[in-house]
Every structure is written in structure tokens, then in C-alpha cells.
């Protein structure tokens, strides 16, 4: 299972040049945060805010519970993070964490708008305290709500543009219980 993870992690890794982990909020930041409507959601992630360059699209199955992980999951670097901030904007919301992937500091800015029940967008800019290999610059993405999640799927599942699946709060959960050592808080 680990491995499925790995493979999956590194696939998303390549397809979409974002995913370096999960978001990790606590309880009084998830009250705080915007939340899209319970069910499945379509999310297509351009990099560079280019129209023109690839897309790469996941889907998200999500509930009340699983949300605050769910929407910052297309974000990289969103482990151990310390603050996490959401307020409302003059064109929706902005979420900023500052969180840690080992001793690396990564700092993102996330801006959303639109109804969060039917439809959204956003971009994100994230940057590191330390140089990184794949810096994704401004990434712009936008989602749609497709309906009620499939009979086989789970709150917290994510299908990933190789079509493996891989549950994000099982993930944050296992990562948390094994406190990895070495990280700068």
C-alpha cells in the first residue's frame, strides 16, 4: 500500500508538477477555511497561468470532514504546517500556510472565487526557504462539481491523471502518526 502511495505520489508529482504532499490544517483553522460543497469535483491545474500549457486534471471526493485537506491538496509542499490563515477578499478568499517538507520552509498563497458549490478558480504561488528541483511558479486551476462521488469512492480519495487513486486524509493521518523528525518549526 505504501509503494501504491509512493508510485502515485511520484506520478502526481510528474503529471502535474505540483504534488509534494497533502494539506495539513487544524480544527480552528478548518472552520475558518472556504469550503467547496460535499461530493465530486473535477479539478484542471495549469501551470504557469499559460492557457495554452498542458492541463492536468484530478478528481477530488470530498465531505465536510475531508475538505480542508481536500482543497489545498493540488498545493505543493502542504506538510506539517504550522499557520494556515483564510479570509474573505474582494474576489473571494485567500488561504496562506507557511508549512515544512524536512527543513525546506514553503510559504503559499492561495486565491479562490466563485460559489465553491457548482464551480471555482483560483491560482497559488508558492515559494521555499530553499531551492527546490520543481518550483511550479504561478499555477492557475479551476474546478467544477460533477455530482455525488461514486459508489466505490471515499471522502478524501483523489484519482490522479494516471488514473491511480489515492486517499489524501489516510495519507496526512499515516504521515502524522509517524512525526517525522527534522523539520524546522
Known sequence: MRQIARIARLSCLVG???????????CANAQQMPARKSGLWEVIVRSG???????????????????????????PGQEHCHNVTAKKNALGSEVRTVCYVHDNRVDATVQLS???????????????????????GRTEFEGRWLGACG???????????NGATV??????KRAESHGHAGHSH
Open 16 to 26: 502535474l508538477g505540483v504534488w509534494m504532499g497533502v494539506a495539513v490544517t487544524n
Open 49 to 75: 497561468g499559460n492557457p495554452t500549457a498542458s492541463e492536468q486534471k484530478v478528481l477530488q471526493c470530498t465531505d465536510r470532514q475531508a475538505e480542508p485537506i481536500m482543497l489545498l491538496a493540488i498545493v
Open 114 to 136: 466563485g460559489d465553491l458549490q457548482t464551480a471555482y478558480r483560483g491560482v497559488f504561488e508558492v515559494t521555499y526557504s530553499k531551492p527546490v528541483r520543481f518550483a511550479p
Open 151 to 161: 459508489a466505490t469512492q471515499r471522502a478524501g480519495d483523489m484519482v490522479l491523471p
Open 167 to 172: 486517499n489524501v486524509v489516510e495519507d496526512r
